[in-house]
T-cell receptor
């Protein structure tokens, strides 16, 4: 099956620093990747849709200058949380859509990255 | 607006059957997904329905009625490992996934 990896799986950083999270599709090409954030006991919140070779589309209320997304290849998207603050502490999950040859818009999720900002 | 409703929490007994309902109102419809999410982990795909009817996959089945904007996930022969949150998500006319808040399922021995 389709596998998506994320790195790191958890990170602790100091307030004001930046953190980069990588999302990779391991056995398929993903023209579209999604970045979600999930706070405890809440559902997934879509932050942005990342398309390979073009600018990401951000959801309303998500600061594009704070959450930098780069989708430079068909297998890699990165999310950089710039000038992180404690309120950015959350579980960040990426997913990738494998559309080629499947015909189903199923999203495969990475294992998630738990970010703690102190 | 777009809206997906599912119960916040349900409790069931090991070995029993439980049905988790999901109702939706979205701009367009291109299918409905059910995902399972254990605490602290990412969601995993369970099922996809785009046509009316029941899709059976082992102990799990998913039903869809597009005219009623309704789906349910049926879990049979419940096991303790089925304790998790179950997320209903609809693919809208723009092929964007609209997520429900999830149903936390608690399995008791």
């Amino acid at each position: 099956g389709a596998v998506v990896s994320q790195h790191p799986s958890w990170v602790i950083c100091k307030s004001g620093t930046s953190v980069k999270i990588e999302c990779r599709s391991l056995d398929f090409q993903a023209t579209t990747m999604f970045w979600y954030r999930q706070f405890p006991k809440q559902s997934l919140m879509l932050m942005a849709t990342s398309n390979e070779g073009s600018k990401a589309t951000y959801e309303q209320g998500v600061e594009k200058d704070k959450f930098l997304i780069n989708h430079a290849s068909l297998t890699l998207s990165t999310l950089t949380v710039t000038s992180a603050h404690p309120e950015d502490s959350s579980f960040y999950i990426c997913s990738a859509r494998d559309q080629e040859g499947r015909g189903v818009y199923e999203q495969y999720f990475g294992p998630g990255t738990r970010l703690t900002v102190t | 607006g777009q809206n997906i409703d599912q119960p916040t929490e349900m409790t069931a007994t090991e070995g029993a059957i439980v049905q988790i309902n999901c109702t939706y109102q979205t701009s367009g419809f291109n299918g409905l997904f059910w995902y399972q999410q254990h605490a602290g982990e990412a969601p995993t795909f369970l099922s996809y329905n785009v046509l009316d009817g029941l899709e059976e996959k082992g102990r799990f089945s998913s039903f869809l009625s597009r005219s009623k904007g309704y789906s349910y996930l049926l879990l049979k022969e419940l096991q303790m490992k089925d304790s998790a949150s179950y997320l209903c998500a609809v693919l809208d006319s723009n092929y964007q996934l609209i997520w429900g808040a999830g149903t936390k399922l608690i399995i008791k021995p």
